[in-house]
Structures are given as structure tokens and as C-alpha cells.
């Protein structure tokens, strides 16, 4: 995950077929593929890709729909719904740079000119920009924190993977700011919330030439007993 700032087209229209899965350039029709297959290329596809590399066009108004309709179907134990994401239009993208700045300032209060601009500027990169809040239940509902954080990284991790399909690069930024007065200001967090990162998704402007390499299944897995 990339320090926080801001910040691949979608290249064929929302279709009406609920079978078809969107994709930017697929080696055959995903469609053509087994459920299992589609799945697979879009999730082996998914790359975290900067901010900086994230232009215009992003989802439409209909697409960002689209995505929190996947979000909604992570799992949810006790049905707490034990997060939200908060969009930040482009009119808004001043006030989050503020954010930066104040924050920035918070820590450092020597902070140079140059640090103080490279703080604002994070808040306009990727077009499409959301915060993914985590809101703790309280003790009484018997569900463990860390239950409702899995099920807002499976949320999180549901966009990320539409967007994919939908033919979007996208990534998630953090850093100190995060846990600052200005931004829990800013974004009227409550005492249970906080914030975890931002999403942003975008069109490519550049891809890399190499991928993070990926652990293989026998460093994921051991058998209990063996």
C-alpha cells in the first residue's frame, strides 16, 4: 500500500447480459470462458497501480454503482454492516488537500514550501477517489474486530476487482495523515470509526513492464497433523 494521496478505460459498454464480465483486453471473451476461468484472469490480473499513473476517464456515476454492488456482498457476520466508503468529487479535492496539508504540518511544523505542495497534491490525482471507513460495532454485538475488518478488506478488495473487470487500473494509498485531526475532521468520523485507506481507480497512463511476484500455493498452505 502506497503512502495516501490521490490518485483501464473502459473499453466496452455495461452490457445487459448478467453472464458477461467486463475486461480491458482479454486474450479471449471472457464470456467464453468458465466461470472459474473469468474469475481467475480477473483476479490474476488485478495489479495495485499508483495514483500517478491513474487519468482520466474514470467509472461513471452507473459503474461506482455497479461496484458498491460487490462490495455489498462481502461477508458480513451478525450483518453489522461494519463499514462505508466515502466518495470525494473533484469540487471536493481542495478541502482533502487542506487535510494534507494541516496534517502534514501537525508532524512537522517545519515542513518546507515543496513538502507543503507535494501534500496538497495528492488529493488530484486518481479521477475517482473513495475512503474506506471502518465503523466498530459495539462489544455487545458479540462479533469480533477483527471479523469486521475482514469483512471490509473482502469489500475493498470486491471494488478493486470490478474495477479490474470493468477494464480500470486501481490501488490503495495510506500514511499518517490518515489517523490525523484534520482528516477524521474533515470527513465527520465518529468515535468508532477510522479511517483505512483511500481507493483509487482510474485509466492506466502507463503499465509496467514487470509484475510483484506472487507467493505459490505451497507457501500459503500446511496440513494440521501432517
Request: glycine share 8%.
Given at each position: 500500500?502506497?503512502?495516501?494521496?490521490?490518485?483501464?478505460?473502459?473499453?466496452?459498454?455495461?452490457?445487459?447480459?448478467?453472464a458477461?464480465?467486463?475486461?480491458a483486453?482479454?486474450?479471449?471473451?471472457?464470456?467464453?470462458?468458465?466461470?472459474?476461468?473469468?474469475?481467475?484472469?480477473?483476479?490474476?490480473?488485478?495489479?495495485?497501480?499508483?495514483?500517478?499513473?491513474?487519468?482520466?476517464?474514470?467509472?461513471?456515476?452507473?459503474?461506482?454503482?455497479?461496484?458498491?454492488?460487490?462490495?455489498?456482498?462481502?461477508?458480513?457476520?451478525?450483518?453489522?454492516?461494519?463499514?462505508?466508503?466515502?466518495?470525494?468529487?473533484?469540487?471536493?479535492?481542495?478541502?482533502?488537500g487542506?487535510?494534507?496539508?494541516?496534517?502534514?504540518?501537525?508532524?512537522?511544523?517545519?515542513?518546507?514550501?515543496?513538502?507543503?505542495?507535494?501534500?496538497?497534491?495528492?488529493?488530484?490525482?486518481?479521477?475517482?477517489?473513495?475512503?474506506?471507513?471502518?465503523?466498530?460495532?459495539?462489544?455487545?454485538?458479540?462479533?469480533?474486530?477483527?471479523?469486521?475488518?475482514?469483512?471490509?478488506?473482502?469489500?475493498?478488495?470486491?471494488?478493486?476487482?470490478?474495477?479490474?473487470?470493468?477494464?480500470?487500473?486501481?490501488g490503495?494509498?495510506?500514511?499518517?495523515?490518515?489517523?490525523?485531526?484534520?482528516?477524521?475532521?474533515?470527513?465527520?468520523?465518529?468515535?468508532?470509526?477510522?479511517?483505512?485507506?483511500?481507493?483509487?481507480?482510474?485509466?492506466?497512463?502507463?503499465?509496467?513492464?514487470?509484475?510483484?511476484?506472487?507467493?505459490?500455493a505451497?507457501?500459503?498452505?500446511?496440513?494440521?497433523?501432517?
Amino acid at each position: 500500500m502506497g503512502s495516501v494521496g490521490l490518485s483501464q478505460s473502459f473499453s466496452d459498454g455495461a452490457s445487459s447480459a448478467p453472464a458477461e464480465v467486463w475486461r480491458a483486453a482479454p486474450a479471449q471473451p471472457l464470456q467464453l470462458l468458465s466461470a472459474f476461468e473469468a474469475v481467475h484472469a480477473t483476479v490474476a490480473g488485478r495489479a495495485n497501480v499508483s495514483p500517478r499513473r491513474l487519468v482520466a476517464p474514470g467509472p461513471t456515476a452507473q459503474q461506482l454503482d455497479d461496484l458498491l454492488s460487490l462490495a455489498a456482498a462481502a461477508p458480513d457476520h451478525g450483518h453489522l454492516l461494519p463499514w462505508r466508503f466515502v466518495l470525494v468529487p473533484q469540487e471536493q479535492r481542495h478541502r482533502l488537500g487542506d487535510a494534507f496539508v494541516n496534517a502534514l504540518l501537525a508532524r512537522d511544523p517545519g515542513a518546507t514550501p515543496e513538502q507543503l505542495e507535494s501534500a496538497a497534491e495528492k488529493a488530484h490525482r486518481a479521477p475517482l477517489l473513495l475512503l474506506a471507513v471502518a465503523c466498530a460495532a459495539d462489544a455487545s454485538s458479540g462479533i469480533p474486530e477483527g471479523e469486521q475488518l475482514v469483512s471490509l478488506g473482502a469489500a475493498i478488495q470486491n471494488v478493486l476487482l470490478g474495477a479490474t473487470a470493468m477494464g480500470f487500473g486501481s490501488g490503495l494509498t495510506s500514511g499518517q495523515a490518515m489517523h490525523s485531526a484534520h482528516l477524521r475532521a474533515l470527513f465527520g468520523l465518529a468515535a468508532n470509526e477510522s479511517a483505512v485507506c483511500f481507493v483509487n481507480i482510474g485509466t492506466v497512463t502507463e503499465h509496467k513492464a514487470s509484475k510483484r511476484l506472487r507467493p505459490v500455493a505451497s507457501d500459503l498452505l500446511t496440513t494440521l497433523g501432517a
